[in-house]
């Protein structure tokens, strides 16, 4: 009886969320309908339950990404299709399939047939030689880089244990490649892939035949900083993942930082490595509750209950909103504070099906509860999927109060980042937007308890003609106490190997994928506060595109540098993920190459953290792309210690704040060699996709003695000041309450299983 009453449980269940999902695909929030909410079970079963109900519903052919059932009706067709010609395309279809599966043997046996039996037609000829040219050097890399990973495996320039032991798949894609330069030599896809293969040969420069050769793919650059070291595989914590987003952050207030990440797929599961405080992590997914959750693009940290546990929420059906998918719906997890974490999106309200990746947390309204906004993406040819915003309730629940004029914004939204930009004390919001609009919404207060914001995009000079964007992030690049813009061109109409080409043969002014900076110039002698494209002028003319990104300082010179992780869906597009130094707030340079973080596989969430607590930033990326075909290991870059600079750590904690202290702003003061500095910095996971921790790790050059700390609350406004403050420890500061307590952690050295210890600086004490 017992198991009876728990299937009839459940098929009531599945039966009202069948019922509740189909007033999504009308249009309408979750919320609107009561079946859902009166169907037995708790609410983290029925968003478990829920999840499993859109995988099934989005595993149709028509969904370029649902491989397997792609693969079972392009064989039907195959079976019954009698026109030669149309089993020709079948077959070609197929063996792109195969590839997206991750199966290159047998995609490249189809595509080997079909060269044969078509090579003797030109056009054709050229088009097949391309697709198995780039079938073995997929096999090349599911051979070599992913079976048998090793730190050096697709980081350019490839070189050491990066060279390929099994030669023979790179050398038969050499071989395609140039059969295809030698009938169509302005082929750039072609001539980029070439060159990446004879580097996994370990035969670039000096192979690559002189007409096709690319030069200067392994030069340094002027500038050159210590390479970082490629341990997660070692360390244990190198997921084999699809694109995903990370968080670093400290999650079971030990003091010392964990790291949890997701992947697209709704059938791919999280994972949490918990730092074990001896220079190892344990996989603890399945314990804390989090292996059971499918699927997020995109990840954050939140607080969103004020219990001083941290939370995560989760981005659910990016891209896929453009093919007539992708409504998922995104998730809130509690951090019950004993290692788990409960779903509980359904009692927060904030269940809805609309496809999206990007949101930012925090307290808009200066109540000391993180509000929400959500940037989802509407395109011309799907339904309208407007953006949403979610004021806490300040009980686990929030209120959507996007209905109004300003917020009232059906966009092609990619990333989202909140600060504020003109030091007013009310946090403002700015959307990047494949579609080209860039929208920065001035918060103006909560007059009678309702939002305010204005769209000053056009008053602050950003223009809207520039290209659709991807990532974005407010950072001060400069120190001038100013909230400054990043974002990044992600305008592409073929694979990222011929730009990546056509930039390296002979570079030009062309925006295709390349880094905009918007330098914020303060308020003028009107009051009002402007940007200024300042990107052309600094040494970021390369072509990036980026979708992953965040900032930090790699050296603890007090200036922010910069992580880009690049790529898109295509297979061709096999380009470096891009590091850039910040050289004294005037200009960036890059230090991909000497720095050893250039991999070539697509990446996607990153995260600035000192994770072994020396004082240096470290890095870690969530590698892999769309495809399961694509999924690749993710990376933890560790910094060796770049010069004797020092630092400060904070941790804040709120108090009439929210307890996160997210939007609260930092101003350090110290003297350097005689001359006074201040670094500003606010709190915030940093960029649109990846998440840094929210404790302030900040470097202060060759300072002593920090002079003065002083920190703006934003529920409040009163500005707390910590004066007489020895660099080079970790610290934390309670809003309201004088001074500081001093946080004792270790210095961890991390263990690795060949048995060796990677070369880092030790913590400083002064």
């Not at 804040?652 to 350097?672: D, H, M, Q, T, W």
């Amino acid at each position: 009886m017992r198991k009876f009453l728990k299937s009839l449980a459940w098929a009531i269940l599945i039966v009202g969320l069948v019922l509740g999902v189909s007033y999504f695909f009308a249009g309408k929030d979750y919320s609107e309908k009561q079946q859902v909410a009166q169907v037995l079970g708790n609410n983290h079963e029925k968003m478990l339950a829920l999840l499993q109900f859109v995988s099934k519903k989005e595993n149709k052919p028509e969904n370029g990404y649902a491989g397997e059932v792609k693969l079972a009706f392009c064989d039907s067709m195959l079976r019954i299709s009698p026109d030669p010609q149309a089993q020709l395309n079948y077959k070609v279809q197929k063996g792109n399939i195969l590839l997206e599966l991750g199966r290159e043997s047998q995609a490249v046996e189809i595509f080997e047939q079909v060269y044969d039996y078509a090579k003797s037609i030109p056009s054709t000829r050229i088009e097949l030689a391309n697709l198995l040219g780039l079938a073995y050097l997929r096999l090349a890399e599911r051979t070599n880089c992913v079976t048998g990973h090793n730190s050096d495996a697709c980081i350019m320039p490839i070189r050491g244990g990066g060279v390929h032991m099994n030669k023979e798949p790179a050398r038969k894609a050499v071989e395609m490649f140039e059969s295809v330069l030698k009938e169509k030599p302005d082929d750039l896809d072609a001539r980029w892939l070439l060159n990446i293969a004879y580097m996994t040969l370990g035969e670039y420069p000096t192979g690559v035949p002189k007409p096709w050769l690319i030069e200067g793919l392994d030069k340094e650059g002027s500038m050159k900083v210590k390479p970082f070291t490629e341990i997660a595989t070692d360390l244990g914590i190198d997921i084999n993942n699809r694109s995903g987003g990370v968080i670093v952050e400290d999650f079971n207030n030990d003091g010392y930082l964990d790291i949890v990440t997701s992947a697209w797929g709704l059938d791919d599961p999280m994972h949490y490595y918990r730092n074990n405080t001896d220079g190892t992590f344990t996989d603890v997914s399945a314990a804390s509750g989090l292996k059971a959750i499918g699927g997020g693009l995109n990840l954050l940290q939140t607080d969103y209950n004020n219990d001083g546990w941290i939370d995560v929420f989760v981005l659910r059906g990016a891209w896929q909103g453009v093919s007539g998918f992708g409504e998922q719906p995104n998730s809130l997890l509690r951090n019950n504070g004993d290692g788990t974490f409960t779903d509980v999106t359904f009692d927060a309200g904030l269940v809805t099906l609309r496809p999206t990746q990007t949101a930012t947390w925090n307290d808009f309204n200066n109540d000391g509860w993180l509000d929400l906004f959500v940037g989802n993406e509407t395109t011309e040819a799907n339904l309208h999927y407007p953006s949403e915003f979610f004021i806490n309730n300040k009980n686990g629940t929030f209120t959507n109060l996007a209905g109004q004029e300003e917020l009232n914004i059906n966009l092609f939204v990619k990333g989202v980042s909140s600060g504020d930009f003109d030091n007013d004390g009310w946090a403002d919001i700015f959307l990047s937007c494949l579609s080209g609009e860039k929208i920065l919404l001035r918060n103006e207060g909560f007059p009678g308890g309702k939002p305010k914001f204005e769209d000053v995009s056009q008053k602050v000079g950003l223009p809207q003609d520039k290209g659709g964007t991807f990532p974005t992030f407010f950072f001060d690049y400069d120190n001038d106490g100013w909230l400054d813009l990043f974002m990044c061109n992600y305008d592409f109409d073929r694979p990222l190997s011929y730009y990546s080409a056509k930039e390296a043969i002979k570079p030009s002014a062309d925006q295709d994928g390349k880094i905009q900076i918007y330098h914020n110039n303060g308020k003028n002698a009107a009051g009002a506060t402007t940007f200024s494209l300042v990107s052309p002028k600094m040494q970021l003319n390369q072509t990036v595109f980026a979708m992953g990104s965040n900032f930090g300082d790699i050296d603890n010179d007090g200036w922010l540098d910069m992580y880009l992780s690049t790529g898109n869906p295509s297979y061709k597009s096999l380009i470096p993920n891009r590091m850039y130094k910040n050289l004294g707030g005037v200009d960036f340079v890059e230090v991909t190459n000497s720095a050893r973080v250039g991999h070539l596989q697509k990446g996607h969430g990153v995260a600035f953290a000192d994770l072994n607590n020396n004082g240096d930033q470290d890095l870690y990326v969530d590698m892999g792309g769309a495809f399961l075909g694509d999924a690749y290991h993710s990376s933890f870059y560790l910094n060796p210690g770049q010069n004797d600079n020092n630092w400060i750590c904070m941790k804040l904690i709120g108090n009439r704040s929210n307890k996160a202290a997210i939007g609260a702003r930092v101003a350090v003061k110290f003297k350097e060699n005689g001359v006074e500095r201040v670094v500003y910095r606010d709190v915030n996971s940093g960029g649109s996709f990846g998440a840094s921790p929210l404790r302030r790790e900040i470097g202060v050059g060759q300072a002593t003695m920090i002079d003065e700390i002083s920190i703006f609350w934003p529920a409040t406004k009163i500005t707390q000041v910590i004066k007489n403050v020895k660099p080079n420890q970790f610290i934390q500061v309670t809003e309201g309450k004088d001074g500081f307590e001093k946080i004792t952690l270790k210095n961890l050295t991390f263990k690795l299983k060949n048995g060796a210890i990677p070369m880092c600086a030790p913590k400083k004490e002064l």
